[in-house]
């Protein structure tokens, strides 16, 4: 036996060194080790919305929801995505207000409900559409944890102070699925 010398995994980012005893042949490499983290399945599912031309990027197209209305999005994953107690789950909604910017963003709110549970209700933490009457650069993300189904439903219902001609633009929305 002689000492040899073989990095040994420490963790995700590098390696430490070690000396074992192993037989030596000359000539020969030592077997390579191979160390991999276990395998995480991460899926997106988008849905783009489209009812509005011009402020949706990069579409150019997105779903308004004015002052006192109700909006209602369907998600349906397939089987094989939905497998109960297996994933985490989010859904992310794109969103900003529309560029009315006499009225205070204040004034703008929302009550989300997914799949019949309360996970928003009040002020949302977002900026008047820019450019002015065009497609708008500054949407934001509206993140929320879920716990997947195969059917899953969006119910925003806008409930700001403002006036009946303002409103939410909703540009998509994803469920991100990961493995636990």
Do not use: C
């Not at 020969?28 to 997106?44: E, G």
């Not at 650069?137 to 969006?154: A, E, H, M």
């Amino acid at each position: 036996m002689s000492l040899m010398y073989r990095p040994r995994p420490n963790n995700r980012y590098g390696y430490t060194e070690s000396f074992v005893m192993a037989p030596m042949t000359a000539g020969v490499d030592p077997p390579p080790l191979i160390s991999n983290n276990p395998a995480v399945t991460n899926v997106v599912s988008t849905k783009e919305l489209t009812a509005y031309p011009n402020y949706g990027n990069p579409s150019r197209n997105a779903d308004i929801l004015y002052t006192g209305n109700t909006g209602r999005w369907n998600f349906i994953l397939p089987a094989f995505l939905t497998v109960p107690g297996r994933q985490r789950g989010q859904i992310v909604i794109r969103t900003v207000l529309d560029d009315h910017t006499n009225v205070p963003v204040n004034r703008y709110s929302a009550r989300i409900s997914i799949n019949g549970f309360l996970v928003h209700n009040g002020a949302v933490a977002l900026q008047h559409g820019t450019p002015v009457g065009g497609m708008f650069t500054n949407w934001r993300d509206l993140t929320f944890s879920i716990n997947p189904r195969r059917n899953n439903t969006i119910t925003i219902v806008n409930t700001s102070t403002a006036g009946p001609d303002d409103w939410i633009g909703l540009d998509w929305m994803q469920i991100r699925l990961s493995s636990r």
